[in-house]
């Protein structure tokens, strides 16, 4: 493993930093304009374009030594969710904790979190980058998504995998969703993470269970996962973007 950048992975980021400045400027809603949104689409289009071209379906994450591990792994985002359905499976030690997986599948399950850590593991050190400027190093060890996806066998229609989270986001009680497609669901790195740094994962960090999909930023690691779908298309959820911060103008694809 190597601690240096390719040069392919410096330009990505670097491709990324540029559009991270115009998403927070999107965040402002005077800047929701149909101008700006479909600057913002191209924008999106090419850096998927670009990431594509890039790289291949396999290519790998930088991965890190335990040397690299940073001090401390801050939260991103909610750092204790405001439900009273999830503190109460938090004060019981997530016991009762259920992820239900359904969709376009032929076999729908509820996993308990015994059931996911019996299944193969993968354990990698990874950069975490949000798009609000900070990286930290951490060790996370859960199971493949492919894994589990090989469970509840997706049908040939399957292209997105939805993951709905116990995170009140706003007033109205909207919850935390995300979503990534079939490709970056079947890559090793696409992992759901039950344990940080070698003990079980804290609930700042999105305990019982949290994603990561390596090769993209920060917001699309959803955290406290409940609920995985797989669907065709995004199109009868909320505002049809694929994910929370998605439908108030940020990017989906958010390749590194």
Request: hydrophobic share 35%; glycine share 8%; proline share 5%.
């Amino acid at each position: 493993m190597s601690n240096a950048d390719s040069p392919r992975r410096r330009f990505l980021r670097q491709l990324v930093a540029v559009g991270g400045g115009i998403l927070l400027g999107a965040c402002d809603s005077a800047s929701r304009s149909p101008r700006v949104t479909k600057v913002l689409e191209t924008g999106e289009r090419l850096n998927r374009n670009v990431q594509h071209a890039l790289t291949s379906r396999t290519t790998m994450a930088q991965e890190f030594t335990e040397a690299d591990l940073s001090p401390q792994f801050r939260s991103n985002g909610t750092d204790y969710p405001d439900s009273a359905e999830y503190r109460a499976l938090a004060t019981n030690g997530f016991v009762d904790w259920r992820l239900r997986v359904d969709g376009v599948v032929e076999r729908p399950v509820q996993l308990t979190l015994d059931q996911l850590r019996a299944m193969r593991s993968r354990t990698q050190i990874t950069r975490h980058d949000c798009v609000e400027g900070w990286s930290a190093i951490g060790k996370w060890t859960g199971t493949p998504l492919s894994e589990v996806l090989a469970l509840v066998r997706p049908r040939a229609d399957a292209r997105y995998v939805m993951f709905y989270c116990a995170d009140p986001m706003d007033d109205s009680g909207t919850k935390y969703y995300e979503s990534i497609d079939m490709e970056d669901a079947m890559h090793p790195q696409t992992i759901l993470a039950y344990a940080l740094n070698d003990a079980a994962l804290p609930i700042p960090n999105g305990a019982p269970l949290r994603l990561r999909v390596e090769r993209q930023l920060g917001y699309k690691m959803a955290k406290y996962l409940m609920h995985i779908e797989l669907v065709t298309s995004f199109a009868r959820i909320n505002g049809g973007k694929g994910g929370y911060w998605e439908d108030d103008g940020y990017e989906w694809y958010a390749g590194i």
